[in-house]
């Protein structure tokens, strides 16, 4: 199957206003704009709502509580437009269930509903942080194992590291979305990433999407690294 790897430019800051010249200053130069946590609890969902009006917006708030808050907590959404949200896989089937009927309920017209992603095993995380959580499976099983659970449970797609693209592939088949940051160009700090890949390795696995923050917003000048790594992607 040939798919197109798409960059989602990770806006973590706690400005609007850096949020805003960076939107500006990017025009087509990447897909789509990722706003989460650091953006959302500083500005408010309606800076959210500003910031990425008339752009593909992935609203990474990786939710996980129990079914009910989960559930009311996506339907509150419905005046922001995500076309990507996130639970974590961690919360289990019952969750990850709900979580895709609230949003059915929602956002009505399948078209506009935004796509759930199951986070599996955060990219900052490698075998020696799953087990001081207790978790004795390497991440690639880890992966395999919540990202099976996530799918089944109804979840439309992945957030996962590079490195677990083929596996779940050779699982899950074509259909679900897999969203893939710890992306880092050659040569690039890993900063806080343990599992990570180059853009060209991630479009060649078969990527749906990378998510790449700081290389880009931390560049002397994102507009080019933006565009380096659109490049990238375009001859991967
Ligand atoms: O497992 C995960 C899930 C989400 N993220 C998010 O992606 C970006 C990556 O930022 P970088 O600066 O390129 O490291 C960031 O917004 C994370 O919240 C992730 O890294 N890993």
């Known amino acids: 199957m040939t798919r197109r790897t798409r960059l989602i430019a990770a806006l973590d800051t706690q400005s609007r206003d850096q949020a805003e010249a960076w939107v500006s200053a990017f025009g087509s130069d990447v897909d789509a704009i990722k706003l989460g946590l650091e953006f959302t609890y500083s500005c408010g969902f309606d800076a959210v709502k500003t910031v990425s009006a008339g752009r593909t917006l992935f609203l990474d708030l990786k939710l996980h509580d129990i079914p009910n808050t989960v559930a009311h907590g996506l339907k509150s959404l419905a005046h922001v437009q995500p076309a990507l949200t996130t639970i974590h896989a961690a919360g289990g089937t019952e969750m990850i269930s709900r979580a895709k009927e609230a949003l059915q309920e929602a956002f009505p017209d399948a078209l506009r509903r935004p796509k759930l992603l199951a986070v599996t095993v955060l990219t ?113």
């Open 124 to 236: 900052s995380m490698d075998a020696a942080g799953l087990s001081e959580i207790g978790v004795s499976a390497s991440p690639q099983e880890q992966v395999l194992r919540l990202g099976k659970l996530a799918i089944r449970a109804g979840a439309d797609g992945l957030v996962c590291s590079a490195k677990e693209i083929a596996p779940l592939r050779d699982a899950l088949g074509d259909a679900p979305e897999l969203v893939v940051p710890g992306i880092r160009p050659a040569g690039s700090a890993s900063d806080d990433q343990k599992r990570i890949m180059t853009p060209t390795e991630a479009a060649q696995a078969g990527a749906d999407w990378i998510v790449v923050g700081r290389p880009i917003t931390r560049a002397a000048n994102p507009v080019h690294a933006a565009r380096a790594i659109m490049e990238e992607l375009a001859t991967a």
